[in-house]
Protein backbone atom coordinates (compact mmCIF):
# COMPACT_ATOMS: atom_id res chain seq x y z
CA UNK A 1 0.00 0.00 0.00
CA UNK A 2 1.43 3.62 -1.26
CA UNK A 3 1.50 6.34 0.97
CA UNK A 4 -1.21 8.37 -1.08
CA UNK A 5 -3.32 5.12 -1.05
CA UNK A 6 -3.02 5.35 2.89
CA UNK A 7 -4.14 8.67 3.31
CA UNK A 8 -7.54 8.07 0.99
CA UNK A 9 -8.12 4.85 3.26
CA UNK A 10 -7.64 6.80 6.23
CA UNK A 11 -10.50 9.51 4.82
CA UNK A 12 -7.55 12.72 5.12
CA UNK A 13 -8.23 13.22 1.43
CA UNK A 14 -11.18 16.17 0.21
CA UNK A 15 -10.22 17.01 -2.75
CA UNK A 16 -6.76 17.48 -4.89
CA UNK A 17 -5.94 19.71 -8.32
CA UNK A 18 -3.31 16.80 -10.17
CA UNK A 19 -3.93 13.40 -8.62
CA UNK A 20 -1.61 11.68 -10.56
CA UNK A 21 0.96 13.87 -10.39
CA UNK A 22 0.29 14.56 -6.26
CA UNK A 23 0.38 10.46 -6.04
CA UNK A 24 4.00 11.21 -7.48
CA UNK A 25 5.15 12.96 -5.38
CA UNK A 26 4.04 11.87 -2.39
CA UNK A 27 4.88 8.37 -2.76
CA UNK A 28 8.34 9.04 -3.89
CA UNK A 29 9.26 11.41 -1.23
CA UNK A 30 9.50 14.03 -3.41
CA UNK A 31 6.67 16.57 -1.91
CA UNK A 32 8.52 19.31 -0.12
CA UNK A 33 4.65 20.72 1.40
CA UNK A 34 3.29 23.58 3.19
CA UNK A 35 0.89 23.95 5.75
CA UNK A 36 -0.16 27.67 6.89
CA UNK A 37 -0.84 28.27 11.11
CA UNK A 38 -2.40 32.11 11.83
CA UNK A 39 -0.89 32.32 15.40
CA UNK A 40 -4.72 33.62 16.49
CA UNK A 41 -3.49 32.47 19.95
CA UNK A 42 -0.55 31.19 22.05
CA UNK A 43 -1.35 27.58 21.89
CA UNK A 44 -2.34 25.58 19.22
CA UNK A 45 -5.70 23.34 19.47
CA UNK A 46 -7.30 20.33 18.25
CA UNK A 47 -8.38 21.67 15.53
CA UNK A 48 -4.93 21.47 14.02
CA UNK A 49 -4.12 18.39 15.46
CA UNK A 50 -5.13 16.96 11.84
CA UNK A 51 -2.38 18.74 10.06
CA UNK A 52 0.27 18.31 12.93
CA UNK A 53 -0.81 14.47 12.36
CA UNK A 54 -0.20 14.87 8.88
CA UNK A 55 3.02 16.56 8.40
CA UNK A 56 4.52 13.85 11.07
CA UNK A 57 2.54 11.32 8.58
CA UNK A 58 4.31 12.62 4.92
CA UNK A 59 7.37 13.43 6.74
CA UNK A 60 7.78 9.69 8.29
CA UNK A 61 7.14 9.21 4.13
CA UNK A 62 10.40 10.97 3.40
CA UNK A 63 8.44 14.26 2.21
CA UNK A 64 9.78 17.88 3.59
CA UNK A 65 7.01 19.86 5.65
CA UNK A 66 7.34 23.39 5.56
CA UNK A 67 5.49 25.00 8.66
CA UNK A 68 4.20 28.59 7.99
CA UNK A 69 3.81 30.59 10.88
CA UNK A 70 1.28 33.28 9.69
CA UNK A 71 3.35 36.42 11.28
CA UNK A 72 1.72 38.95 8.39
CA UNK A 73 -1.27 37.20 7.57
CA UNK A 74 -2.21 37.35 11.52
CA UNK A 75 -2.22 41.07 11.09
CA UNK A 76 -5.32 40.59 8.33
CA UNK A 77 -7.02 37.35 9.81
CA UNK A 78 -8.69 34.69 7.94
CA UNK A 79 -12.83 35.48 7.08
CA UNK A 80 -13.34 31.58 6.50
CA UNK A 81 -15.55 30.15 8.35
CA UNK A 82 -16.60 33.10 10.18
CA UNK A 83 -19.46 35.20 9.97
CA UNK A 84 -18.12 38.22 12.20
CA UNK A 85 -14.66 40.05 11.75
CA UNK A 86 -10.97 38.63 13.63
CA UNK A 87 -10.02 40.90 16.55
CA UNK A 88 -6.74 42.48 15.81
CA UNK A 89 -3.76 41.52 17.55
CA UNK A 90 -0.63 43.48 18.06
CA UNK A 91 3.27 42.37 16.63
CA UNK A 92 4.24 41.75 20.16
CA UNK A 93 1.17 39.30 20.16
CA UNK A 94 1.89 37.57 17.25
CA UNK A 95 5.46 37.00 17.89
CA UNK A 96 4.09 35.41 21.21
CA UNK A 97 2.54 33.10 19.64
CA UNK A 98 4.59 32.59 16.77
CA UNK A 99 7.35 30.95 19.68
CA UNK A 100 4.58 29.16 20.99
CA UNK A 101 3.54 27.61 17.94
CA UNK A 102 7.07 25.93 17.43
CA UNK A 103 7.43 24.90 20.40
CA UNK A 104 4.41 22.45 20.09
CA UNK A 105 4.93 21.94 16.42
CA UNK A 106 8.46 19.95 17.73
CA UNK A 107 6.93 16.95 19.27
CA UNK A 108 4.90 16.15 16.05
CA UNK A 109 7.94 17.36 13.34
CA UNK A 110 11.62 16.43 13.48
CA UNK A 111 13.10 20.20 12.56
CA UNK A 112 16.19 19.18 12.11
CA UNK A 113 18.82 20.16 9.18
CA UNK A 114 16.95 19.05 5.84
CA UNK A 115 13.91 17.33 7.00
CA UNK A 116 11.47 20.19 7.69
CA UNK A 117 11.69 24.14 8.11
CA UNK A 118 9.85 26.98 10.15
CA UNK A 119 9.03 30.01 8.53
CA UNK A 120 7.53 33.10 8.90
CA UNK A 121 5.34 34.95 6.00
CA UNK A 122 6.27 38.05 8.10
CA UNK A 123 9.62 37.81 6.52
CA UNK A 124 8.16 39.09 3.29
CA UNK A 125 4.77 40.34 3.51
CA UNK A 126 5.77 42.99 5.95
CA UNK A 127 8.30 44.36 3.77
CA UNK A 128 5.79 44.07 0.46
CA UNK A 129 5.40 47.58 -1.36
CA UNK A 130 1.98 48.16 -2.20
CA UNK A 131 2.03 49.76 -5.75
CA UNK A 132 4.16 47.21 -6.51
CA UNK A 133 2.04 44.13 -5.33
CA UNK A 134 -1.20 46.04 -6.97
CA UNK A 135 0.91 45.84 -10.65
CA UNK A 136 2.17 42.46 -10.14
CA UNK A 137 0.03 40.44 -8.14
CA UNK A 138 -3.54 42.30 -8.28
CA UNK A 139 -3.58 41.91 -12.39
CA UNK A 140 -3.70 37.89 -11.63
CA UNK A 141 -7.05 37.64 -9.60
CA UNK A 142 -10.09 37.82 -10.95
CA UNK A 143 -12.74 39.88 -8.27
CA UNK A 144 -15.68 38.78 -9.58
CA UNK A 145 -14.38 35.15 -9.00
CA UNK A 146 -12.64 35.89 -5.93
CA UNK A 147 -16.17 37.16 -4.76
CA UNK A 148 -18.15 33.05 -5.44
CA UNK A 149 -15.68 32.23 -2.86
CA UNK A 150 -17.47 30.16 0.23
CA UNK A 151 -14.79 32.01 2.88
CA UNK A 152 -16.09 35.81 1.35
CA UNK A 153 -19.65 34.55 1.07
CA UNK A 154 -20.28 33.92 4.42
CA UNK A 155 -18.65 37.31 5.18
CA UNK A 156 -20.66 39.27 2.36
CA UNK A 157 -24.00 39.54 4.50
CA UNK A 158 -22.54 41.11 7.80
CA UNK A 159 -19.98 43.19 5.58
CA UNK A 160 -16.43 42.13 4.46
CA UNK A 161 -14.10 44.58 5.17
CA UNK A 162 -11.45 45.17 2.23
CA UNK A 163 -8.63 44.30 4.98
CA UNK A 164 -10.02 40.37 4.99
CA UNK A 165 -10.62 40.58 1.19
CA UNK A 166 -6.79 40.85 0.63
CA UNK A 167 -6.24 37.60 2.89
CA UNK A 168 -6.76 35.69 -0.47
CA UNK A 169 -3.59 37.28 -2.32
CA UNK A 170 -2.14 36.94 0.61
CA UNK A 171 -2.21 33.74 1.13
CA UNK A 172 -1.88 33.25 -2.54
CA UNK A 173 1.15 35.21 -2.22
CA UNK A 174 3.15 33.02 0.64
CA UNK A 175 2.40 29.93 -1.66
CA UNK A 176 4.40 31.69 -4.66
CA UNK A 177 7.41 32.76 -2.43
CA UNK A 178 7.66 29.71 -0.90
CA UNK A 179 7.45 28.09 -4.28
CA UNK A 180 10.57 30.44 -5.05
CA UNK A 181 12.77 30.48 -2.05
CA UNK A 182 13.17 26.68 -0.70
CA UNK A 183 10.79 24.63 -3.85
CA UNK A 184 7.65 23.95 -2.65
CA UNK A 185 5.76 21.78 -4.81
CA UNK A 186 2.69 21.47 -2.88
CA UNK A 187 -0.08 23.27 -0.03
CA UNK A 188 -2.17 21.25 2.04
CA UNK A 189 -5.01 22.90 4.24
CA UNK A 190 -8.48 22.46 5.22
CA UNK A 191 -11.61 21.79 3.51
CA UNK A 192 -12.45 25.40 3.93
CA UNK A 193 -9.32 26.73 1.87
CA UNK A 194 -9.42 25.46 -0.94
CA UNK A 195 -10.62 29.08 -2.60
CA UNK A 196 -7.18 30.27 -1.03
CA UNK A 197 -4.99 27.20 -1.90
CA UNK A 198 -6.27 27.32 -5.65
CA UNK A 199 -5.48 31.58 -5.65
CA UNK A 200 -1.91 30.29 -4.94
CA UNK A 201 -1.25 27.81 -7.58
CA UNK A 202 -2.81 29.95 -10.40
CA UNK A 203 -0.42 33.11 -9.43
CA UNK A 204 2.74 30.27 -9.66
CA UNK A 205 1.37 29.51 -13.08
CA UNK A 206 0.71 33.18 -14.53
CA UNK A 207 3.94 34.36 -12.70
CA UNK A 208 6.31 31.68 -13.02
CA UNK A 209 4.76 29.59 -15.71
CA UNK A 210 5.26 26.65 -13.18
CA UNK A 211 2.52 23.66 -12.07
CA UNK A 212 2.27 23.30 -8.27
CA UNK A 213 -0.36 21.36 -6.60
CA UNK A 214 -2.81 21.74 -3.66
CA UNK A 215 -4.70 18.82 -1.58
CA UNK A 216 -7.18 19.75 0.76
CA UNK A 217 -8.00 17.46 4.20
CA UNK A 218 -10.96 16.50 5.94
CA UNK A 219 -12.18 18.47 8.19
CA UNK A 220 -12.37 17.11 12.03
CA UNK A 221 -16.31 17.08 12.33
CA UNK A 222 -18.45 15.18 14.44
CA UNK A 223 -20.99 12.64 13.67
CA UNK A 224 -23.44 15.80 13.88
CA UNK A 225 -21.02 18.11 11.06
CA UNK A 226 -19.91 20.40 14.15
CA UNK A 227 -15.88 21.11 14.46
CA UNK A 228 -14.37 18.98 16.90
CA UNK A 229 -12.33 20.39 19.90
CA UNK A 230 -14.66 22.42 21.60
CA UNK A 231 -16.50 22.06 25.11
CA UNK A 232 -18.29 23.69 27.46
CA UNK A 233 -15.55 26.17 28.57
CA UNK A 234 -14.13 26.57 25.33
CA UNK A 235 -11.67 24.82 23.20
CA UNK A 236 -9.13 22.13 24.05
CA UNK A 237 -5.97 23.19 23.29
CA UNK A 238 -2.46 21.66 23.06
CA UNK A 239 -0.64 23.41 25.68
CA UNK A 240 -0.70 21.69 29.10
CA UNK A 241 -1.27 24.84 31.16
CA UNK A 242 -4.77 25.75 29.75
CA UNK A 243 -5.97 22.42 28.99
CA UNK A 244 -4.41 19.68 31.46
CA UNK A 245 -3.45 16.01 30.06
CA UNK A 246 -6.67 14.44 31.92
CA UNK A 247 -8.84 17.06 30.42
CA UNK A 248 -7.44 16.35 27.12
CA UNK A 249 -7.43 12.36 27.81
CA UNK A 250 -11.01 13.07 29.19
CA UNK A 251 -11.76 14.61 25.58
CA UNK A 252 -11.18 11.73 23.39
CA UNK A 253 -12.24 9.23 26.25
CA UNK A 254 -15.89 10.79 26.43
CA UNK A 255 -16.34 11.33 22.29
CA UNK A 256 -19.62 10.10 20.46
CA UNK A 257 -19.29 6.63 19.93
CA UNK A 258 -19.97 7.10 16.15
CA UNK A 259 -16.79 9.01 16.15
CA UNK A 260 -14.44 6.77 18.15
CA UNK A 261 -13.22 4.80 14.52
CA UNK A 262 -13.07 7.91 12.33
CA UNK A 263 -10.92 9.65 14.84
CA UNK A 264 -8.72 6.69 14.91
CA UNK A 265 -8.66 6.63 10.71
CA UNK A 266 -7.76 10.38 10.92
CA UNK A 267 -5.45 10.94 13.96
CA UNK A 268 -3.49 7.91 15.13
CA UNK A 269 -0.74 6.02 13.54
CA UNK A 270 -2.45 2.41 14.54
CA UNK A 271 -1.84 0.40 11.45
CA UNK A 272 -5.11 1.52 9.47
CA UNK A 273 -5.55 -2.70 8.93
CA UNK A 274 -6.19 -2.88 12.66
CA UNK A 275 -8.70 -0.14 12.65
CA UNK A 276 -10.52 -1.91 10.14
CA UNK A 277 -10.76 -4.81 12.23
CA UNK A 278 -12.02 -3.25 15.04
CA UNK A 279 -14.18 -1.68 13.12
CA UNK A 280 -15.91 -4.76 12.03
CA UNK A 281 -16.77 -5.90 15.58
CA UNK A 282 -17.08 -2.96 17.71
CA UNK A 283 -19.58 -3.52 19.86
CA UNK A 284 -20.17 -2.55 23.74
CA UNK A 285 -16.76 -3.70 26.22
CA UNK A 286 -14.97 -3.62 22.84
CA UNK A 287 -16.15 0.28 22.27
CA UNK A 288 -14.85 0.94 25.24
CA UNK A 289 -11.65 -0.51 24.98
CA UNK A 290 -11.30 1.65 21.82
CA UNK A 291 -12.19 4.85 23.22
CA UNK A 292 -9.82 4.27 25.62
CA UNK A 293 -6.83 3.65 23.36
CA UNK A 294 -7.66 6.54 21.26
CA UNK A 295 -7.51 8.57 24.27
CA UNK A 296 -4.49 7.14 25.42
CA UNK A 297 -2.42 7.27 21.87
CA UNK A 298 -3.28 10.72 21.47
CA UNK A 299 -2.38 12.10 24.92
CA UNK A 300 0.85 10.39 24.35
CA UNK A 301 1.45 12.51 21.05
CA UNK A 302 0.71 15.31 22.50
CA UNK A 303 2.12 15.46 26.64
CA UNK A 304 3.95 12.35 25.94
CA UNK A 305 3.65 9.02 27.30
CA UNK A 306 3.72 9.35 31.35
CA UNK A 307 1.14 11.60 31.06
CA UNK A 308 -0.90 9.69 29.20
CA UNK A 309 -0.57 6.56 31.60
CA UNK A 310 -1.03 9.40 34.75
CA UNK A 311 -4.70 10.04 32.62
CA UNK A 312 -5.60 6.92 32.08
CA UNK A 313 -4.78 6.18 35.62
CA UNK A 314 -7.10 9.07 36.89
CA UNK A 315 -9.70 8.18 34.36
CA UNK A 316 -10.10 4.42 35.65
CA UNK A 317 -9.73 5.72 39.49
CA UNK A 318 -13.06 7.76 38.79
CA UNK A 319 -14.83 4.87 36.94
CA UNK A 320 -13.71 1.62 38.71
CA UNK A 321 -10.74 -0.42 38.09
CA UNK A 322 -8.49 1.79 39.62
CA UNK A 323 -7.40 3.57 43.29
CA UNK A 324 -5.39 6.60 42.68
CA UNK A 325 -6.66 9.82 42.23
CA UNK A 326 -3.67 11.43 42.27
CA UNK A 327 -3.77 12.53 38.86
CA UNK A 328 -7.31 14.23 39.07
CA UNK A 329 -7.02 17.93 37.44
CA UNK A 330 -6.56 19.97 40.75
CA UNK A 331 -7.42 23.28 41.99
CA UNK A 332 -5.77 24.45 44.79
CA UNK A 333 -7.88 27.05 47.56
CA UNK A 334 -6.78 29.25 50.16
CA UNK A 335 -8.14 30.89 53.06
CA UNK A 336 -8.88 34.21 50.54
CA UNK A 337 -10.79 32.22 48.37
CA UNK A 338 -13.49 31.59 50.95
CA UNK A 339 -15.53 33.86 52.59
CA UNK A 340 -17.08 33.14 56.47
CA UNK A 341 -15.68 29.67 55.95
CA UNK A 342 -17.56 29.29 52.63
CA UNK A 343 -17.43 29.00 49.10
CA UNK A 344 -20.96 28.75 46.53
CA UNK A 345 -20.41 25.53 44.44
CA UNK A 346 -21.11 27.42 41.42
CA UNK A 347 -17.68 29.47 42.20
CA UNK A 348 -16.04 26.04 42.18
CA UNK A 349 -17.51 24.83 38.46
CA UNK A 350 -16.09 28.71 37.56
CA UNK A 351 -12.44 27.85 38.83
CA UNK A 352 -12.32 24.40 37.61
CA UNK A 353 -13.16 25.37 34.03
CA UNK A 354 -15.84 23.10 34.64
CA UNK A 355 -18.51 25.76 33.68
CA UNK A 356 -17.84 29.07 31.59
CA UNK A 357 -19.87 31.06 34.03
CA UNK A 358 -21.62 31.59 37.05
CA UNK A 359 -25.01 31.41 34.96
CA UNK A 360 -24.29 28.13 32.93
CA UNK A 361 -22.73 26.51 36.67
CA UNK A 362 -26.39 27.77 38.05
CA UNK A 363 -28.11 25.58 35.25
CA UNK A 364 -26.14 23.14 35.60
CA UNK A 365 -27.23 23.04 39.62
CA UNK A 366 -31.11 23.18 38.77
CA UNK A 367 -30.79 20.43 35.87
CA UNK A 368 -29.48 18.38 39.31
CA UNK A 369 -25.61 17.94 37.02
CA UNK A 370 -23.60 18.60 39.80
CA UNK A 371 -22.12 16.70 42.61
CA UNK A 372 -20.22 17.39 45.67
CA UNK A 373 -18.14 14.04 46.87
CA UNK A 374 -20.91 12.25 45.55
CA UNK A 375 -23.91 14.13 47.16
CA UNK A 376 -26.10 15.95 44.42
CA UNK A 377 -26.15 19.70 44.82
CA UNK A 378 -29.68 20.94 45.19
CA UNK A 379 -29.62 24.53 45.73
CA UNK A 380 -28.37 27.70 43.17
CA UNK A 381 -26.75 29.34 46.20
CA UNK A 382 -24.97 26.01 47.58
CA UNK A 383 -22.04 26.14 49.61
CA UNK A 384 -19.43 24.01 50.85
CA UNK A 385 -17.28 24.74 53.86
CA UNK A 386 -13.69 23.65 55.07
CA UNK A 387 -15.81 20.30 57.08
CA UNK A 388 -16.46 19.06 53.41
CA UNK A 389 -13.00 18.62 52.75
CA UNK A 390 -12.37 15.33 53.78
CA UNK A 391 -8.49 14.50 54.33
CA UNK A 392 -7.85 17.65 52.48
CA UNK A 393 -10.09 17.24 49.34
CA UNK A 394 -13.25 17.29 47.75
CA UNK A 395 -14.20 16.01 45.11
CA UNK A 396 -16.17 18.04 42.63
CA UNK A 397 -18.61 16.56 39.51
CA UNK A 398 -20.44 17.64 36.51
CA UNK A 399 -22.52 14.74 34.74
CA UNK A 400 -21.56 11.10 34.52
CA UNK A 401 -17.56 11.95 33.42
CA UNK A 402 -16.62 15.35 34.03
CA UNK A 403 -14.57 15.67 37.76
CA UNK A 404 -12.25 18.13 39.52
CA UNK A 405 -10.43 18.02 42.89
CA UNK A 406 -9.93 20.91 45.29
CA UNK A 407 -7.63 20.95 48.02
CA UNK A 408 -7.44 23.53 50.64
Known amino acids: MTLYEELQRRGLIAQVTDEEEIKELINTGKAVFYIGFDPTADSLHVGHFMALCLMKRLQMGGNRPIALIGGGTGMVGDPSGRTDMRQMMTPETIQHNCDCFKKQMSRFIDFSE??????????????????????????????????????????????LSFLEFNYMIMQSYDFYMLFQKYGCNLQFGGD????????????????????????????LLNSEGKKMGKTQSGAVWLDPNKTSPYEFF??????????????????????????????????????????????????????????????????????GGGSDSSNMPTTALTDADLIDGKIQVADLLVKSGLAPSKAEAKRLIKQ?????????????????????????????KKGKKSFHKFTL
Open 114 to 159: GKAMMVNNADWLMRLNYIELLREVGSCFSVNRMLTAECYKQRMEKG
Open 192 to 219: DQWSNMLGGTELIRRKLGKNAGAMTITL
Open 250 to 319: QYWRNIDDADVIKCMKLLTFIPIEEIEEMERSMEGAQLNQAKERLAVELTAMVHGEEEAQKALEASKALF
Open 368 to 396: GSVAVNDEKVEGFDSTVSSEDFKEGQLIL
